[in-house]
């Protein structure tokens, strides 16, 4: 999970090797992999204790220029120029002691000394027409440095140098050497967007499924609330009638009292009473 996160969400592979940590501490591949976890997240003091924790374990020197760059996460450039100088650094093969030189060439700059950050940089494998893996790195780095020290037109060079050997697009390159031509990229889509607003007439309208799911909400709501005054509407009306049927009820009970009142008032005046 960790090698799955890391590039998309370093958080949460940092997350699955704090479990991995509390799992398996003592096997050196968890504590390789935390600390990569750890520096994603840019929490280079962690980082470099579980790289430092994995190295005793196997011996192995592939991480000494990782733990060199964490020193300069932590703002000690210095003591990552001494770790590039350190014997441990012969026994790199040629990728590690590639990724050695751009770790002191960044901690030259770190320190302000862009000059010697770009003669660290100068090495036969930046002058080598081959190709490996590290190549597209070496001469992005070596075009930074220079841009960095006001060389423009050495930048541009070696930015299309870069460009040239980055197939897999794993740095900005090109965009870099667009920036240095001038070159402004245009969102097509939010281009069309806009025309089609503009030939409505209005920007006014819904222009996604939410915005239009609201206005038809607020239109329901308008209809209902229409509806609730006419039920009360109907509700007056209705106890109105009933108290008109009671008032009708009640006339109809009065006048039957007055006539049973007059049958008893003409009775016969010769019948005997009592």
């Known amino acids: 999970m960790v090698a799955r996160l890391i590039d998309e969400d370093p958080e949460g592979a940092y997350a699955y090797s704090r ?43 592939d991480l000494w220029p990782v733990m060199a760059d964490c020193e300069r996460g932590m703002g000690r450039p210095e003591k990552a120029l001494d770790m590039a100088g350190a014997p441990d650094v012969q026994k790199l093969d040629k990728a590690g002691q590639v990724e050695m030189r751009l770790v002191a060439a960044g901690a030259r700059r770190d320190m302000g000394q862009l000059d010697a950050a770009i003669v660290t940089l100068q090495s036969p494998e930046l002058a080598s027409h081959s190709v490996q893996p590290w190549t597209p790195r070496l001469r992005y780095a070596y075009a930074d440095a220079l841009l960095a020290a006001g060389r423009e037109d050495e930048a541009r060079e070696w930015f299309a140098k870069a460009v040239e050997s980055d197939k897999d697009g794993s740095t900005d390159a090109s965009d870099r050497l667009a ?70 009820r009640d006339e109809e009970r009065n006048e039957e009292r007055e006539d049973e009142g007059d049958d008893d008032d003409g009775h016969d005046e010769g019948a005997p009473r009592g």
């Open 19 to 61: 479990i991995a940590l509390r799992l398996a501490s003592r096997v050196a591949a968890v504590r390789e992999a935390a600390g990569f976890a750890a520096y994603a997240s840019q929490k280079y003091s962690e980082a470099l204790a579980e790289f430092r924790a994995a190295r005793r374990m196997t011996g192995n020197v």
């Open 179 to 248: 920036e240095l031509d001038g070159v402004e990229f245009v969102d097509a889509l939010v281009e069309d967007e806009s025309e089609s607003e503009a030939d409505s007439g209005t920007g006014a309208e819904p222009t996604s499924v939410r915005e239009a799911d609201r206005v038809i909400q607020a239109e329901i709501d308008e209809v209902d609330e229409v509806d609730e005054i006419d039920d009360v509407d109907d509700e007056d009306l209705a106890d109105d009638d009933l108290d008109d049927a009671e008032d009708e």
